[in-house]
């Protein structure tokens, strides 16, 4: 599928997806791109380019620390700013999943952009399905090996951009402690009109 087929979204053009590590927010972002043909920008992939030009490497605490210095040179909107210049590049059809929104600024910045075509969902998940998640991942740089280098890691993400405001303000909420199946079609369900 391509969004419907004739350029058209089957849902909202742009869906926002907030969450903490391990809450599910790539597989939300797979399921929207294999099932309704969205194009996936992750935020962090933003920030990993910007990494690799200064030759620093791939970890979360390099993340957070550049995501905090675009931030205090560009504002708290940046990320976002850097994701719609990408959008803008981009052909037909404009039906984006933005993976890795951080703050509500971001989350203004394309509501600015793209108005009512916006949709903001977080995906919630408990603590210990996100660090099982995480332990069997196990990311290198990314993914912490106890449970409580996992919570003081939840502590900073939340507490460095003010992530719990981002996903109180979300238009819908996906908890995301089921099966993958589940999530997908509760998902869907959201997206589209």
Do not use: Q
Not at 134 to 139: E, G, I, V
């Amino acid at each position: 599928m391509n969004g419907g087929g004739s350029g058209e979204c089957l849902g909202k053009p742009i869906v926002l997806i907030i969450g903490l590590p391990g809450s599910g927010k790539d597989e939300a972002s797979k399921a929207l791109r294999d099932l309704l043909g969205y194009r996936v920008i992750r935020m962090s992939d933003l920030l990993l380019e910007e990494l690799r030009k200064r030759g620093l490497s791939e970890t979360r605490e390099n993340l957070r620390s550049l995501g905090l210095e675009l931030r205090s040179r560009m504002g708290e909107g940046a990320l976002a700013k850097l994701a719609i210049e990408v959008m803008a590049k981009s052909p037909p059809p404009r039906c984006f999943v933005v993976n890795g929104i951080r703050n509500i600024e971001e989350i203004d910045e394309f509501v600015k952009e793209f108005g009512d075509n916006v949709i903001t969902i977080a995906i919630l998940a408990s603590k210990k399905t996100r660090f099982i998640r995480m332990r069997t991942r196990m990311r290198e740089g990314f993914d912490k090996g106890n449970y409580e280098d996992f919570l003081r890691e939840d502590r900073d993400e939340i507490t460095a951009f003010h992530l719990g405001d981002a996903i109180a303000y979300a238009d819908r909420f996906l908890v995301n402690d089921g099966c993958l199946d589940e999530m997908r079609w509760r998902l869907l369900s959201m997206v589209i009109d």
